[in-house]
Structures are given as C-alpha cells and as structure tokens.
C-alpha cells in the first residue's frame, strides 16, 4: 500500500499548482482520499476530500472557492487543482487514504486515515 504525493514547488501569489496523489496496491479498494497540510509550527490541517462511492467532496473553509479535488480512477489518483495561492497556503502537503467508513463530518479528520504519503512542500511567495 503507497500513497505518493507530488507536484509542489515555489509558486508566486494568485498562482496556481496541481497537485497528484497517486494510490497503489490498495486491492481491497479504499474509502476516501483526503489532501491535509502542515505548516511550520502548526498542526495538520485538513484541506479536502473525495469520497470514492459517491464521489462527495469537502473543503476546508480557508480553501472552498479556489481549490478543487477530483479523481481519475482509471489512474488510481486524486488531484488538488489549488488556484488563486496566498502565502497562508504554504505547507507541506499530504495526501491520506482511508478504508474505513467516511461520514460528512469526518471526511477531514485525520483520525479517520490510517495511509499517508510523504507530503510534498507547496511555497507561495508573497
């Protein structure tokens, strides 16, 4: 079971970044994949999430309106299109899988996760 993150990098505020998480060996499939963030000297953030039998998505407040998670199943991955970048959105940013049932009000809770990536750095410079 992996879950690799990538695509972060140094992006100049209002800019844009694309995020991928992809999912391998999960045979028994999984419930849900999540995108958290943690800033320096802050606690993990949820950020948003996608349901995989229904395809429900949730936003963190800070981020509803610019950013956008979807999926491509044939790929095994979920995406983090993040659009109009504020230096506030600087983290690390991890993507999370669950299997265990996922109801509105925990599909961005970490606890509800038990597979992480590695976490790739988004800077965004004012």
């Known amino acids: 079971v992996q879950l690799q993150a990538y695509g972060g990098g140094l992006v100049q505020t209002g800019g844009s970044l694309r995020l991928s998480c992809v999912a391998s060996?999960?045979?028994?499939?999984?419930?849900?994949i999540g995108w958290f963030r943690q800033a320096p000297g802050q606690e993990r953030e949820g950020v948003s999430c996608?349901?995989?039998?229904?395809?429900?998505?949730k936003y963190a407040e800070s981020v509803k309106g610019r950013f956008t998670i979807s999926r491509d199943n044939t790929k095994n991955t979920v995406y983090l299109q993040m659009n109009s970048l504020k230096p506030v959105d600087t983290a690390v940013y991890f993507c999370?899988?669950?299997?265990?049932?996922?109801?509105?009000?925990?599909?961005?809770?970490?606890?509800?996760?038990?597979?992480w990536g590695q976490g790739t750095l988004v800077t965004v410079s004012s």
């Open positions: 999370a899988a669950s299997r265990r049932g996922i109801i509105t009000s925990t599909m961005l809770d970490s606890d509800a996760y038990g597979y």
């Open positions: 060996g999960f045979t028994l499939g999984y419930t849900a």
């Open positions: 996608i349901r995989n039998r229904d395809g429900s998505t």
